[in-house]
């Protein structure tokens, strides 16, 4: 069993690199949402995080387990041998990354749009609406 995979680290890292790098020419946008709240005209190269991921693998999973524990556990164990696992696992992995980092940035509720990690506008699922509403009260701070 692989505990640490090389290439999920460099992911991880790459994504946070992407996610909090100070000198980006254009801004960093994260979109943190969950399946009953989904947004529309989100830019290319905005991360889209949906919260829930966790919570729909697992019913996915344990859709189709028996009822017995000691049966549904050797399934599982089953299951986990298989090739497809890697690819539920990676899966988990990235949807928790996701929750860490909205974790990590304090997002409060969803749809929230954050903009280099800094600036944040909750509950407009248009993240060119929101977008242009950052963009607005930024400029009005900034103006003496």
């Keep these: 069993m692989e505990r640490h995979h090389p ?9 946070s690199a992407c996610l909090v790098g100070p ?10 949402t969950t399946a009953g ?15 829930d991921v966790p919570g729909r693998l697992d019913a996915l999973l344990s859709q189709q387990l028996p ?23 990676d899966r988990y992995a990235d949807s928790y990354l996701g929750l860490a980092r909205a974790w990590q940035l304090g997002v409060e509720k969803v749809p929230a749009v954050v903009i280099d990690g800094r600036h944040v506008i909750y509950g407009q699922p248009d993240v060119a609406q929101a977008l242009n509403e950052a963009d607005r009260l930024l400029s009005q701070e900034s103006r003496p």
């Design 7 to 15: 290439r999920r680290w460099l992911a991880a890292f790459s994504l």
């Design 23 to 32: 000198v980006l020419a254009e801004p960093a946008i994260e979109v943190f």
């Design 37 to 51: 709240e989904p947004v529309i005209n989100v830019p290319s190269g905005a991360a889209v995080i949906e919260l």
């Design 67 to 89: 009822a017995d524990p000691d049966v549904a556990a050797a399934l599982m164990r089953e299951r986990m041998t298989t090739p497809a696992w890697q690819e539920t696992a």
